[in-house]
Structure formats: C-alpha cells, structure tokens
C-alpha cells in the first residue's frame, strides 16, 4: 500500500520545483531572432542579472547551457593555458570547477579544507601571502556547496585576498545561492560570479549565467583560453544572435523572463527572509530527529549551514531504504547523498520555488519514513518546524 498517488514533491537541490506560470511562458511558438520581442526580452534579461547578482556595473552573459558551462566560461574568458589557480575546498562543487579547469590547461591547486564547515578565510590569507610571484591567477570557490550544505562567507574571503595583498582573481559559484541570499558582487568586490538557471531562479536547466567586473573583462583581453562559444568580446557584438553565439534558447528565456519577474515582485530581500524561515524550520526538525544519535547534521556549526540545502547525514545503513520509502510509498523525491556522503546522508532542498506547505509536507514524509523503517530518531521534528514558523511568522 501507498500514499503516492497525486502531485510527486520534488525536495532535491536542483531542479527544483517550477511556478506554473514559468511553464505556461514556455508553452507558445518561436518568433525572429533578430528583431522585435526577442530583442527587447534579452536586454531585459541581462539587465535584471546585474540586479539579481548584485551587480550594476558589471556585464552579463547568458549562456545555453548548464552550471558546468558557466564554470568554463568564467574560466576560458580570464585565464591563459598554463596559469596557476587556487581552489577553496568545501565539498564536491569548488572542487569540480578545478578539475575542469586542470582538463582545459590550467594548473590547479586545491586549498584543502572540509565537507564539515566552511572555507577558513586565514587559510586563504596564508596561502596567498606566501605566494610572493603571484603565481596565482584565481581563486575559486562557491557561495554553498550543493553536496555539503556548507555556506561560505564571501566577504571575509574577499578581506583574506585583500590583507594578502594579492592580484588574483576572485570567481565566485552562486549557483545554488542566487535568488536565496544576500550575494553582493559588487559590494563584496568579486571579480567574476555565475549561477545556472534551475534553483533559486526557478527556471527549467539549460542556461547559465556570468557576470564579470572591469578587472576581469581587461584580463579578459589577452587571456588565451578564449573560444568562440564562450567568449564575451564576441557575446558583446551588435547583432542579437552574438549575445547566444547562435540560435538563443527562446523558451528557455521565456521561462527565465517570467521567473525573475516572480522574483523581482516578490523582492529580493523578501525571498531571502522567505528562503531563511524555511530552511530554519527544516533544521529544527533536524535537530529533534538528531536526539538518538543516528541522525545529524553534516556541517557542525550552524552559522555555516546553508539557506538553500540541508544536508543530513545518517549513521547505520538507512539512507537509501528512507529513499526509496519517502520516493515509492509517499512520492516526496529527497536528494541523495553525493560523494563523500554517497550512502550516508540525504539532502533536504528548501529554494526556490518554495513555501511553508512544501517544506511541511516534506518533513512530515521524513518523519513518517523515520517512523516506518524504525530509524532511532527523537520525536517531535515536524512540531518543532510548525511551532518555529508560527513564531516568526506573524498574523
């Protein structure tokens, strides 16, 4: 017997669940993509990143692809083969944006760090003075980590690079935290960001985005890594099809353009409360459930958990039977544990597009599951999430 017919719940870090009205602007025909609407939608849509990223100086760029290839666009657009960058370790993302630039020519160092907390800023002070040359090129690391649940603090990092005295770079990854926090690119002084399309955008995957400061578009001009696809000076052309290098993505744009509408109408600073009331509640329901001991938190501190993802680790074998129970007896799909978490953990998403009902529902599926398979865990998780919303969020 199951309780899974009806609406699947989708509760994994990406994609993540669509508005209706971001479908419905996919659903209609293809028109010219040289003049008219097309035209118009593009430059709005360049202009609203600068403000989602923080950004009113800075160029973007909207790429037909996934967040991997807005990694190889941040890094074939500034880097020359041969250059030296450095990596801040907080799970399974940064990391993945290093080895992709070691496969393009780049020679990549990875600043050691933890699944269990986040990026230590004196470290990367360390590390940077003692690069007296200035080997370096850039650092990169994101803003959270999708595997780990580790939120990284910007701005203290960039105030690493600065007491360093050092040139390089600093790229940041948003993908999982634009649209879900605070990110100040300009503010922060990041050098280079990206994001892709399907998380806190709430857009279907397929585009990504860059947005790249004066520092980095003057580097830019002699950096050799450049290829046609990805490169910014040929995506700054004046005819319309330049800005895709091709045929653009109209659907995909279309979705993207009434989802940033949704997004912008809600109010930034109002979807980053709404983000870190939900994400809140999750984690007091996790920290009940953590009462027996074989349920917990990956990341230890939790200043450093992240308002996107929470990522809850498992003693014992128990993450793939909670599962498939929560997937093929209730229809909620959680997301695995990856990596260094591969059979151990199970990650709860909360951005995007998302509200109390869906993350209720959600944890009260957790908690059914917990209960059904006999996993120790202490009682009460979901009231704890009912209760801290009903205190925060007023009548």
Known sequence: ???????????????????????????????D?????????TETCLADLKTVFGAPNARTYIYAANGHGGWEAALTNTLSRGDHVLVLDSGRFAVGWGEMGRMIGLEVEVLKGSWQRAVDPAAVEAR????????????????????????NDIPAIRKAIDASGHPALFMVDTVA???CMPFEMEAWRVDVAMAGSQKGLMTPPGLAFVAANAKA?????????????WDW?????????????????EQLLFALRKAMDILLAEGLPNAFRRHALLAEATRRAVAVW??????GFSVGEPSQRSNSITCVTLAGPYADPLYDYCKDKCGLTLGIGLG??????????????INAPMVLGTLGVIEMALHALHIPHGHGGVQAAVNYLGEEVKA
């Open 177 to 179: 935290s634009l649209g």
């Open 217 to 229: 578009r003057q580097i830019h001009k002699t950096a050799n890594l450049r290829t046609m696809y």
């Open 340 to 353: 260094d978490y591969s059979g151990k953990a199970f990650r709860i998403a909360h951005m995007g597009h």
């Open 128 to 151: 940077l003075a003692a690069d007296k040359a200035h080997k370096i090129k850039a650092v990169l690391v994101v803003q959270i980590d999708t595997a780990s649940g580790v939120v």
């Open 33 to 41: 993509i040289y003049s008219g609407e097309l035209v118009n939608l």
């Open 233 to 249: 000076t040929f995506r700054e052309g004046e005819i319309h099809y330049q800005k895709y290098c091709g045929t653009p993505p």
């Open 290 to 295: 953590a009462e027996q001991g074989v349920l």
């Open 1 to 31: 017997m199951t309780v899974s017919n009806g609406r699947d719940l989708l509760a994994i870090p990406g994609p993540t669940n669509l508005p209706d009205a971001v479908l419905q602007a996919m659903h209609r025909h293809s028109v």
